[in-house]
C-alpha cells in the first residue's frame, strides 16, 4: 500500500510544478533601484534563459552568469567573470548614474559595462529568449553581454575583429574555463585568424595556434567533425568588422558551442528549451488547482490501476519476443512499453553513459537475461540513419568479439537498440584509469588486442558482408565478465563490394586521435582506415596513455610519435604502462610497439592488414618488417609528415551532449 501512495505523489509532483512553476511572477528586467540579490534571479521572457549569482565551490567565490533555465546543472553559459565577489552577500542594480554594478560586503561598485558608461539614470537591463543580457537607455543598447562573450558560442553571438583601422578597435573571442568547475579565465582561446581571416582557430596560452574550420565557398566547414544540421554558419567581412556567427534552423533544439578547459571545441543542444509556451497554461490552470485536486487524484489512480495492468502484459510481451528470437533466429521486435518496464522506465541509476546520438541504460528481461538498451535521441535525424545502419548490419553478424545484438524497437519516436549486457562497461575506463589499469596485467592485455584484432579480422574478410567500422576507438571496445573485448557501435560502419578497395566521402566522422590521415584529409577510407585505428588502439593499451591528437601541455608529440623516439632509441620500455613492470619482458614490448607503428604509418599501403596483424600476434618468431615515420607525428601545427605538412590540423572532437527540458 506504501508503494502506490508514494507512486502517487511522485506523480503529482510534477503537476504541482507545471501548477506552481517557478514562472509566476518571474521578471525579465531590472530599472533603477530594482536590487537582486544572490538568492533572486531574472528569467527571459518565455523561460528560456535564467540569470542569477552562483558560486565556484572550491574557491567560495560568487559570479553573476547565465544559464539555460532547463538545464538541471545549471552551467553558465555567460559569466561575468572580470568581476567576482567574495561572498554570499553580493547584489545586482542598477545605480544612480545608470550604469550597471554588483556590491559585495566590500561595498566596492564594480562596474559590469565599465566599457560603456552612461550618464542617464533612464536606462533597463533585460534578459532576452537569445541568451543576451542587455543595457538600454531610450531603447538604444549601451552595453550587452554577447559583446564579452566567456567560454560559450550561443546563436547570434559574434567572433571575430570589430572597429578595423580606427583607435578603438576590439576582438571577440571564446576562452575557456580554468576547470570545468573553475569560470575564470582558461588555457584555450577560440578566435578570427586575424591574418587569415576566413579561418577559426583555438590559441594555447604559449601561442600555439591550431584551426578548426574555415569558410568555404559560401558555408562553413569543420575539420574532423561530425557535422550537425542544427546551425547555419554566415561570415561577414567589409572594413569595418570580420567576424562568424551562427543560428539554429529547422529544430525546436537549441545548439550552442563550449571552448572547454581540455582544449576541445564542444557542440551541445538541448530539446525544448522554451518553456514559454506553457506559461499562460500555468497561470490558468493555478486559479482552478483547488477545484481540480479531487479529480486529479481520481486519475491518478486510474493511471496507476491502467500502468499495473500494462506492466503485466508487457511482461508476457517481452517473454514471446525472447522466446521468438530464440526459436527464429531473427531480430527480436520489443514493445517499448517491455523496455521500460526492463529499464525501470528508464531510472537514472540504470543509465551506463551517453552517446553521440543518446544514452545507454542496463536493463532486465523477465527470464533474468541483463541487456544494454540504446536510445536514440529524438531530436537525431542524422541518428535514424545511424541507427538503420546498426541494425541491418550487426543483426547479420556473429563473432565472440563482437557484441551481439539481441532485439530492436521502433514505436512513433522511439528507435531503441537492445544489446548483450557487459558488466566491465568499455576499455577505456580501464586502461586510462589510474587504479583499474593494474587489473590488466600484460596476459590480459595481449588477449584484448588479439581478441579485437580478430574481431577487425572477420569484419574486412570472414564476415557475410564485408565491413569497415570507421569509429573504432577503445570506448566502443566493451569487456564481458571473463575480459574478453568485443567491438560495438556500428551507427559508422559501411558495407564494401568484392572488388572495392576504398571509397570517399565528403562527411568526415569518427574520432579524432583514431582517423587515419587519408579520411581525416580526404575523405578517403578503406580496410586500411580500421587498421590506423587498430594500431592507435594497440599503442593506448600497451602504455596507458590516450593519443591526443589536440594540444598537449608537456610535450609536442602524441603518442604515435612519442612510440617512434622511444622505438628508434631502443627505450620501449619506457613507453610501457608502469603497472606492467612485472608481468612484460622488454622483448614483447618492443615487439608489440613495432607492431603499432606498422600500423600508424602514414601511407594506407605501408600499414599490414588484418591478416597480417593476427599471423604477427599469434606466431612471435616471425620476424616484424621495420615502420616508416608515423602520420601525425606531432601535434604542432604543420609538423605532420610527409606531402601534408603545409596543412593545420584540428583534433576539435565536437561532442553532442543532449539536456532535455523539466
Not at 539614470?121 to 541568451?131: E, I
Not at 490558468?284 to 481520481?298: C, G, K, Q, T
Not at 495492468?309 to 521486435?333: F, G, N, P, V
Request: charged content about 25%; overall charge neutral; hydrophobic content about 40%.
Amino acid at each position: 500500500m506504501s508503494n502506490k501512495k508514494d507512486n502517487r505523489v511522485e506523480l503529482l509532483l510534477p503537476l504541482l510544478a507545471l501548477f506552481f512553476g517557478s514562472s509566476l511572477g518571474a521578471i525579465d528586467t531590472i530599472r533603477y533601484k530594482d536590487l537582486l540579490t544572490s538568492n533572486d534571479t531574472l528569467v527571459s521572457g518565455a523561460g528560456v534563459f535564467e540569470l542569477g549569482f552562483f558560486n565556484d565551490v572550491a574557491s567560495g567565490i560568487y559570479y553573476l552568469g547565465i544559464s539555460f533555465k532547463a538545464d538541471p546543472s545549471r552551467r553558465a553559459v555567460w559569466v561575468n567573470r572580470e568581476n567576482p565577489m567574495i561572498d554570499s552577500s553580493c547584489t545586482l542594480q542598477i545605480r544612480y548614474d545608470g550604469n550597471l554594478v554588483l556590491i559585495d560586503r566590500r561595498q566596492t561598485p564594480m562596474i559590469v559595462n565599465s566599457g560603456m558608461l552612461t550618464t542617464n539614470v533612464n536606462t533597463t537591463a533585460t534578459l532576452l529568449d537569445s541568451g543576451n543580457f542587455v543595457l538600454e537607455q531610450g531603447g538604444t543598447v549601451i552595453w550587452q553581454s554577447f559583446d564579452y562573450p566567456t567560454d560559450t558560442y550561443l546563436p547570434g553571438m559574434k567572433v571575430g575583429w570589430f572597429g578595423l583601422h580606427t583607435d578603438q578597435s576590439r576582438i571577440q573571442v571564446l576562452v575557456s574555463w580554468m576547470s570545468p568547475q573553475n569560470p575564470s579565465r582558461g588555457s584555450f582561446t577560440l578566435a578570427v585568424d586575424f591574418n587569415g581571416s576566413t579561418k577559426l582557430g583555438v590559441w594555447r596560452q604559449d601561442n600555439v595556434r591550431m584551426d578548426i574550420g574555415f569558410w568555404d565557398r559560401g558555408s562553413f566547414r569543420f575539420i574532423f567533425a561530425n557535422i550537425s544540421d542544427r546551425y547555419k554558419f554566415s561570415y561577414v567581412s567589409n572594413e569595418n568588422e570580420t567576424y562568424f556567427t551562427f543560428n539554429s534552423e529547422g529544430t525546436d533544439a537549441s545548439t550552442w558551442f563550449v571552448m572547454a578547459s581540455t582544449g576541445k571545441l564542444e557542440e551541445h543542444y538541448m530539446v525544448d528549451a522554451n518553456g514559454g509556451k506553457r506559461k499562460k497554461l500555468r497561470l490558468i490552470v493555478a486559479a482552478a488547482l483547488a477545484s481540480l485536486s479531487v479529480l486529479i487524484l481520481v486519475l491518478i489512480s486510474y493511471v496507476q490501476w491502467i500502468r499495473h495492468k500494462k506492466k503485466d502484459k508487457d511482461l508476457a510481451s517481452a517473454k514471446k519476443a525472447e522466446i521468438s528470437r530464440h526459436k527464429d533466429r531473427e531480430l527480436a521486435r520489443f514493445t517499448f512499453s517491455s523496455i521500460e518496464v526492463a529499464t525501470d522506465y528508464f531510472a537514472p541509476r540504470n543509465k551506463l553513459g551517453e552517446g553521440g546520438f543518446g544514452p545507454v541504460y542496463k536493463g532486465q528481461l523477465p527470464d533474468g537475461l541483463e541487456i544494454a538498451v540504446k536510445r536514440l535521441s529524438k531530436m537525431s535525424r542524422q541518428g535514424l540513419e545511424e541507427f538503420k545502419n546498426e541494425v541491418t548490419l550487426i543483426s547479420k553478424l556473429q563473432h565472440r568479439n563482437l557484441v551481439r545484438l539481441l532485439g530492436c524497437c521502433v514505436e512513433e519516436e522511439e528507435s531503441i537498440l537492445i544489446y548483450e549486457y557487459m558488466p566491465n562497461k568499455s576499455l577505456d575506463s580501464f586502461i586510462f584509469d589510474p587504479e583499474k589499469r593494474a587489473l590488466l596485467d600484460w596476459r590480459k592485455r595481449i588477449g584484448i588486442i588479439e581478441g579485437i584484432a580478430q574481431g577487425i579480422l572477420y569484419l574486412h574478410k570472414y564476415s557475410r558482408l564485408r565491413i569497415i567500422h570507421r569509429d573504432l576507438k577503445t570506448s566502443n571496445i566493451l569487456l564481458d565478465g571473463n575480459m574478453n573485448p568485443k567491438i560495438s557501435d556500428f551507427g559508422m560502419a559501411r558495407i564494401f563490394g568484392e572488388n572495392e578497395s576504398q571509397a570517399k566521402t565528403i562527411r568526415v566522422v569518427g574520432t579524432c586521435g583514431y582517423m587515419s590521415p587519408e579520411y581525416a584529409m580526404d575523405g578517403l577510407f578503406s580496410e586500411m582506415s580500421d587498421v590506423f585505428a587498430f594500431g592507435i588502439i594497440l599503442l593506448e593499451i600497451v602504455s596507458g596513455e590516450k593519443n591526443i591528437a589536440f594540444f598537449e601541455c608537456d610535450h609536442w608529440l602524441n603518442l604515435p610519435g612519442k612510440a617512434w623516439n622511444l622505438w628508434k632509441g631502443g627505450k620501449c620500455e619506457e613507453f610501457m604502462d608502469r603497472t606492467l613492470a612485472t608481468s612484460c619482458s622488454e622483448c614483447s614490448a618492443e615487439r608489440l610497439v613495432q607492431l603499432g607503428l606498422l600500423c600508424v604509418q602514414e601511407r594506407p599501403t605501408h600499414r599490414p592488414t588484418m591478416s597480417d596483424v593476427v599471423s604477427m600476434l599469434s606466431n612471435e618468431t616471425m620476424p616484424l618488417p621495420l615502420p616508416r615515420e608515423p602520420a601525425f607525428l606531432t601535434g604542432k601545427t604543420g609538423s605532420a609528415s610527409s606531402s601534408r605538412r603545409h596543412r593545420h590540423f584540428s583534433a576539435s572532437e565536437i561532442t553532442v551532449s543532449e539536456l532535455y527540458a523539466r
